[in-house]
């Protein structure tokens, strides 16, 4: 059962609450629901997530910071990233599909 505690102190915050404010952006699920097969490259991601290339940086660069997203660089010439979800990235995959179960009940 989860537990929210509402008798925390006003400068604590609960892991529920912690972690809805971590992936909780629309544009964090978009780009997290394309790498939960695989992982891909920058220009596949803006293709895919039709997001703009400023908004999928600072998107990724959140994630990357946040421990669910590792960029990957592969070879020098010529330069390619590649965005992988990490081992907490992963986990994430369960949660989305209970989600989606949930919404559709």
């Known amino acids: ?4 505690d509402v008798n925390m ?3 604590e915050v609960c892991p529920v609450i ?6 909780g952006s629309e544009n964090k699920l978009i780009v997290l629901y394309y790498l939960f097969d695989e992982g891909k490259g920058f220009n596949e991601l803006i293709r895919l997530t ?3 290339s400023k908004t999928l940086s600072k998107t990724l660069k959140d994630l990357e910071e946040s ?3 590792y960029r ?3 070879g020098d ?4 990233v590649k965005y992988e979800l990490t081992d907490k990235g992963v986990k994430l995959k369960g949660i989305f599909e209970e989600l989606r179960k ?4």
Do not use: Q
């Open 77 to 80: 010439r010529p330069f390619r």
């Open 50 to 52: 039709k997001l703009n």
């Open 9 to 11: 102190k006003s400068d």
């Open 102 to 105: 949930w919404i559709s009940d």
């Open 18 to 23: 912690k972690a809805i404010r971590l992936i």
């Open 1 to 4: 059962m989860i537990k929210i």
């Open 67 to 69: 421990g669910i997203v």
């Open 72 to 74: 990957k660089v592969i």
